[in-house]
């Protein structure tokens, strides 16, 4: 009995031990998805807006993952849209909206997937306005598969909203509008 007690205190040791040290790697490389989102809420209805610039605020981590500042501020605004965020500077990162176009067969989809391809090459993640069933939802690009496709997340509440095939809904709709951000020189991917 003894034996096997030595032998599950000895397994919980290393499981917490090595548990802790993948947390921490994770949180060194700032994973998207395991340090952002998953730590990041929609608050309100009508908040997603603000709440994707959030979760890029914090990929940053220049501000907390506990910050809600921008949604709570919005709450369910009804007559937003990227235009509140073009221009504006936030906590050192400032937020341009690209694309602002007609959703026709005008649409430079090719010049929209390219931008948003030379963002996620240069580190930086790409805010969509992507269609829903009731109107339209802000996602996060985070990544591009090797199949060309782009990756994006998004919250409602709690829950996490994963796309993988984000070219395929902008290509049905004819279109949509971005927002991209630069940093200073001194924000680097995942720190300050």
Avoid at 39 to 65: G, R, T, W
Avoid at 148 to 173: A, D, M
């Amino acid at each position: 009995m003894k034996k096997i007690l030595l032998t599950l205190v000895m397994f919980i040791s290393t499981s917490v031990i090595f548990h802790s040290k993948a947390q921490t790697q994770k949180i060194d490389n700032c994973d998207f998805f395991d340090t952002v989102v998953n730590n990041h809420n929609q608050l309100f209805q009508l908040s997603c807006i603000p709440s994707a610039v959030e979760m890029v605020l914090k990929y940053y981590e220049v501000v907390d993952f506990d910050f809600y500042d921008l949604q709570n501020e919005w709450k369910n605004k009804t007559d937003g849209s990227f235009r509140n965020f073009d221009n504006k500077e936030l906590y050192g990162i400032t937020f341009s909206q690209k694309f602002v176009l007609p959703r026709d067969a005008n649409f430079p989809i090719d010049s929209l997937f390219q931008t948003i391809e030379n963002e996620l090459k240069s580190g930086k993640k790409v805010i969509i306005s992507l269609p829903e069933d009731t109107g339209w939802h802000m996602f996060v690009i985070c990544n591009q598969t090797p199949d060309g496709e782009f990756v994006s997340y998004s919250k409602l509440g709690s829950h996490t909203l994963i796309l993988r095939n984000t070219k395929e809904i902008v290509k049905k709709s004819n279109g949509t509008e971005i927002m991209t951000y630069s940093t200073p020189a001194r924000l680097s991917r995942g720190g300050k």
